[in-house]
């Protein structure tokens, strides 16, 4: 494990994966078990609301910097994420590893390249951390051919939602011929040992491994942004102080169009459960909600980000205002008061996690409908 020093280099692994596989879910394992080293990361969400931030924001305190709305790879330029890295490094910050988690749709190569042209003496490039969805490689796949060059240039290969694969073993059997140098770890809910990412080999000897020419060798074309994959993606970010209706977000939910890959956010279904939001995960045809109390002096917020390829925004966003429920935001309600439509709920619930399952076990084979 790295140990901390105020004179030592501090490595940065950028963490990239495809829209959903679980990075945020994997650095959010790697923050509650880092066994005392201090993780500092810099989350690039694609969307305009950063909600990847939100959900890792609450472990890290200070030490989370976000940089959102837009692919790193692109819409923010190497000065800027040298600023941030800058931030983190200062001895003051006591941070031993720096996670950078890219957004779903970043070129992950474009990353490295700006890491490794960091000039930071503090700064050294810790390796490429690729997560892959076990559940929806195949389809990914076929959609998007340049995964698997993403792969190719990998350290780390972690295939995650090996819970929802059906055939496991076939599935790690691709991903290693795929692969170049990587190691290959089969993972649920992200829950890799945290020595495979920081400080498993001399991080000179990293560097060493993916050289600038690698990097170009890789590439599709390197200044070609077209050719990166969220050039064919849209965002949609939506936010309402007004709460949900849950029966017509259900059916919003129900109807998405194919396209329409990644929902996620927090949800206010106001006074339906004036306790909790709802965080909403929706992944191809996969779709969770995870009730949480609201942080305290949280404001009352619905807060989605859409992101899928051919989407109509402007229709998107319309069918979600016409989700709202009607509902005075603010309006006060009696806590824990049942509510009058004590049916309304059902749908969502449906699409919630038993509470006494333990978290990664119980997924029922992510099927679109977890209750049959
Ligand atoms: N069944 C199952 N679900 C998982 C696993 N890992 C993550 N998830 C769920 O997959 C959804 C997406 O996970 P995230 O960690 O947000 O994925 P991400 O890669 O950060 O998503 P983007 O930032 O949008 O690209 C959430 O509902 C997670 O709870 C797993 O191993 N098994």
Redesign the pocket.
């Known amino acids: 494990m790295v140990e901390r020093s105020s004179g030592r280099q501090i490595p940065v692994v950028v963490l990239a994966?495809?829209?959903?596989?679980?990075?945020?879910?994997?650095l959010n394992h790697l923050l509650h078990h880092s066994g005392g080293s201090r993780i500092g990361a810099v989350v690039n969400?694609?969307g305009a609301i950063e909600i990847?931030a939100m959900?890792v924001a609450g472990a890290l305190g200070d030490s989370t910097v976000s940089l959102g709305n837009g692919c790193l790879c692109c819409a923010v330029d190497g000065s800027e994420l040298d600023v941030y890295l800058e931030r983190l490094a200062r001895p003051s910050a006591g941070i031993d590893v720096i996670v950078i988690?890219a957004?779903?749709l970043a070129e992950p190569q474009e990353l490295v390249r700006m890491v490794l042209a960091s000039e930071h003496p503090r700064i050294v490039y810790g390796g490429l951390v690729e997560?892959v969805d076990a559940?929806e490689f195949e389809e990914t796949r076929a959609r998007h051919p340049g995964i698997d060059r993403h792969l190719g240039l990998a350290d780390l290969v972690v295939v995650?939602?090996?819970?929802?694969a059906a055939n496991a073993e076939g599935l790690l059997d691709v991903v290693r011929s795929l692969v170049e140098r990587a190691a290959v770890v089969p993972?649920?809910?992200?829950r890799v040992d945290p020595e495979l990412l920081f400080d498993c080999r001399p991080a000179e000897e990293r560097v060493g491994q993916l050289s600038f020419d690698d990097l170009h060798r890789h590439g599709p074309d390197a200044d070609e942004h077209a050719g990166h994959l969220h050039a064919r993606y849209d965002s949609l970010s939506f936010a309402s102080a007004a709460p949900l209706d849950p029966r017509r977000l259900i059916r919003f939910l129900d109807s998405r169009p194919e396209g329409l890959y990644?929902i996620?956010g927090y949800v206010d279904f106001g006074s339906y459960d004036t306790v909790n939001r709802y965080a909403v995960?929706a992944?191809g045809r996969?779709l969770?909600f995870?009730p949480e109390p609201w942080p305290a002096g949280a404001e009352r917020l619905t807060q989605l980000v859409l992101?899928g390829t051919g989407i109509d925004s402007a229709a998107l966003r319309k069918e979600l205002e016409e989700v709202c429920g009607g509902e005075v935001p603010g309006a006060s309600v009696v806590p824990g008061a049942p509510h009058a439509d004590e049916q309304g709920m059902w749908g969502v619930l449906r699409y919630v996690q038993e509470p006494d399952d333990p978290q990664?076990q119980e997924?029922p084979q992510?099927q679109e409908d977890p209750q049959g």
């Not at 993972?187 to 992200?190: C, E, H, N, R």
């Open positions: 994966g495809f829209l959903g596989s679980g990075k945020t879910t994997l969400d694609f990847d959900a988690e957004s779903g997560v559940a995650n939602k090996l819970d929802r993972a649920t809910y992200g990644r996620k995960h992944v996969f969770r995870y992101i990664g997924d992510g």
